[in-house]
């Protein structure tokens, strides 16, 4: 639901790090609790880059499944759709979340200038 | 929690589990001849700056900040009214109070002494379902911090993106009705997760409903084993005091 301002978030950084190339795809790595839609950051990404120099080009969303590992039996597991943050094996309730918490821009692919793009 | 690395240059990266899953990353691009620029930068990177600046701004005034979180109509408003009379006199208590487009809930919360900064989110770019750090930096300047125990900071009504964006509270809480139905911790696992504690409020009104309270903490503890859980109701009072002596615990 707050997708447009996200996607001014990764205009600033991907303008920055690009310091003047054109970009041609913006790789994002989202993770699965991160209740980002990818279709909707896609529209988003169209309308906030619109009529800037960014515009053409494209977010690419990588998903990462969330996965939890038990403190108490050292198991990793999927937390899947209906979410479950307890261990399935053992029914610890001390578990950390090793992965579908990420948000960030992996990299940026530059524009072939002499495609003439 | 496992969350990603974060290094002094600002970049994080995330360690797979174990297993290592793929992240099925597409290579082409080095093969059309296009140049690829690793970044590896959090998008929320300057959200969490922010956060962490207003985190340290309550520490150095000697407060605590609860992030108080719900979806429109659970009663935080109502709640909070019911707080600021009872602590009256024994807390200091600041309010930043996120709505979209009124005052009406920080007008229902005027008269208690507590001091009152609204934040307008409405006026902000996409910033229409939430307050974000760098919001609640703006109402800084307009609570007495120095002569304050405590800050409640009411949220927008939303049980998405409030829990993406930290504020640099010191703890985050929300407040459920039990009119929502059973099936919420699991339908918004984020939000509830991300609670030190879960109020759940409109207890008053459990005959009237077809409400499984065990089904409900069942499907709580199924995303959050660890939050503390007052059943409370607002509008008659009880477990109110409860919810006070939480805050108070705080300080």
Same mark, same amino acid.
């Given at each position: %639901?707050?997708?447009?301002?996200?996607?001014?978030?990764?205009?600033?950084?991907?303008?920055?790090?690009?310091?003047?190339?054109?970009?041609?795809?913006?790789?994002?790595?989202?993770?699965? #609790?991160?209740?980002?839609?990818?279709?909707?950051?896609?529209? $988003?990404?169209?309308?906030?880059?619109?009529?800037?120099?960014?515009?053409?080009?494209?977010?690419?969303?990588?998903?990462?499944?969330?996965?939890?590992?038990?403190?108490?039996?050292?198991?990793?597991?999927?937390?899947?759709?209906?979410?479950?943050?307890? $261990?399935?094996?053992?029914?610890?309730?001390?578990?950390?979340?090793?992965?579908?918490?990420?948000?960030? !821009?992996?990299?940026?692919?530059?524009?072939?200038?002499?495609?003439?793009? | 929690?496992?969350?990603?690395?974060?290094?002094?240059?600002?970049?994080?990266?995330?360690?797979?589990?174990?297993?290592?899953?793929?992240?099925?990353?597409?290579?082409?691009?080095?093969?059309?001849?296009?140049?690829?620029?690793?970044?590896?930068?959090?998008?929320?990177?300057?959200?969490?700056?922010?956060?962490?600046?207003?985190?340290?701004?309550?520490?150095?005034?000697?407060?605590?900040?609860?992030?108080? %979180?719900?979806?429109? +109509?659970?009663?935080?408003?109502?709640?909070?009214?019911?707080?600021?009379?009872?602590?009256? +006199?024994?807390?200091?208590?600041?309010?930043?109070?996120?709505?979209?487009?009124?005052?009406?809930?920080?007008?229902?919360?005027?008269?208690?002494?507590?001091? !009152?900064?609204?934040?307008?989110?409405?006026?902000?770019?996409?910033?229409?379902?939430?307050?974000?750090?760098? %919001?609640?930096?703006?109402?800084?300047?307009?609570?007495?911090?120095?002569?304050?125990?405590?800050?409640?900071?009411?949220?927008?009504?939303?049980?998405?993106?409030?829990?993406?964006?930290?504020?640099?509270?010191?703890?985050?809480? %929300?407040?459920?009705? !039990?009119?929502?139905?059973?099936?919420?911790?699991?339908?918004?696992?984020?939000?509830?997760?991300?609670?030190?504690?879960?109020?759940?409020?409109?207890?008053?009104?459990?005959?009237?409903?077809?409400?499984?309270?065990?089904?409900?903490?069942?499907?709580?503890?199924?995303?959050?084993?660890?939050?503390?859980?007052?059943?409370?109701?607002?509008?008659?009072?009880?477990?109110?005091?409860?919810?006070?002596?939480? #805050?108070?615990?705080?300080?």
């Amino acid at each position: %639901m707050h997708e447009l301002s996200i996607c001014s978030s990764i205009a600033d950084i991907a303008r920055r790090r690009a310091a003047g190339r054109a970009i041609s795809v913006i790789n994002v790595r989202v993770g699965q #609790l991160r209740q980002i839609v990818p279709d909707t950051l896609v529209y $988003c990404w169209s309308l906030i880059s619109e009529e800037t120099p960014l515009a053409g080009s494209r977010i690419v969303v990588e998903s990462v499944p969330a996965r939890i590992r038990c403190r108490s039996c050292e198991r990793t597991a999927d937390v899947g759709d209906l979410p479950s943050f307890a $261990c399935a094996a053992c029914g610890g309730i001390d578990v950390e979340i090793v992965a579908g918490e990420e948000f960030l !821009i992996t990299s940026l692919e530059l524009a072939d200038e002499g495609a003439g793009g | 929690m496992g969350r990603f690395h974060r290094h002094e240059d600002g970049t994080a990266h995330a360690h797979d589990g174990e297993d290592g899953h793929a992240h099925g990353e597409d290579h082409s691009g080095y093969q059309t001849g296009a140049e690829r620029v690793e970044v590896l930068e959090r998008i929320f990177g300057e959200n969490d700056k922010t956060a962490a600046a207003n985190r340290a701004e309550f520490a150095a005034s000697g407060v605590r900040a609860v992030n108080l %979180m719900s979806s429109p +109509g659970a009663g935080k408003t109502t709640l909070l009214r019911e707080t600021l009379s009872r602590l009256a +006199g024994l807390v200091r208590i600041g309010i930043i109070e996120g709505d979209i487009e009124t005052s009406l809930d920080a007008d229902r919360l005027a008269g208690f002494g507590a001091a !009152i900064a609204l934040i307008n989110t409405g006026n902000g770019f996409g910033g229409e379902c939430h307050l974000d750090a760098p %919001m609640v930096a703006s109402a800084l300047p307009r609570l007495p911090l120095g002569q304050l125990d405590l800050v409640l900071i009411e949220n927008v009504g939303n049980l998405v993106c409030p829990a993406e964006f930290d504020v640099g509270q010191d703890a985050r809480a %929300m407040v459920y009705a !039990i009119t929502e139905g059973e099936e919420k911790p699991l339908k918004y696992p984020v939000m509830f997760r991300s609670c030190e504690l879960v109020v759940v409020n409109k207890m008053d009104l459990l005959p009237y409903l077809d409400f499984d309270l065990d089904a409900f903490v069942g499907n709580l503890r199924k995303v959050n084993p660890a939050a503390d859980v007052l059943f409370v109701s607002a509008r008659t009072g009880e477990g109110v005091g409860a919810w006070c002596d939480w #805050l108070r615990a705080r300080l």
